[in-house]
């Protein structure tokens, strides 16, 4: 099992900045890859940002030089640095463990944070 405990969301005015930080704690030695999602109402869950455990990361499209994503192997902490916000970043964000144990792969997922951006 792993747990996943998300901070940081909140309300930013359009062009601010936003660090979401995520704390993962129990069987950690089996995350594979961690990362952000969000979702906006009525729609999909979309991935955001990820980072494999040998530092590969992953964009979203709608986010490609304005979003980091960084880890902090020391804390178990993964970090979505998200800058020039749009009104349409605002979204749950939830994050995110891909785990692989006994040959099969698992999702763990955070509580969710919310990150409104006001126009």
């Known amino acids: 099992q792993v747990q996943l405990v998300e901070s940081g969301g909140g309300l930013v005015r359009a062009g601010g900045s936003l660090r979401l930080s995520c704390a993962a704690s129990?069987?950690?030695?089996?995350?594979?890859?961690m990362g952000w999602y969000r979702q906006h109402p009525g729609k999909q869950r979309e991935l955001v940002a990820a980072?494999?455990?040998?530092?590969?990361?992953n964009y979203g499209d709608s986010v490609k030089g304005r979003f980091t994503i960084s880890t902090d192997n020391a804390k178990n902490t993964v970090y979505l640095q998200m800058g020039s916000l749009k009104p349409d970043d605002t979204a749950v964000y939830f994050c995110?463990?891909?785990?692989?144990?006994?040959?099969?792969?698992?999702?763990?997922w955070g509580q969710g944070t919310q990150v409104t951006v006001s126009s």
């Open positions: 995110n463990a891909y785990v692989s144990r006994d040959y099969r792969g698992y999702d763990y």
């Open positions: 129990g069987n950690i030695f089996s995350i594979r890859r």
């Open positions: 980072v494999t455990t040998s530092g590969v990361t």
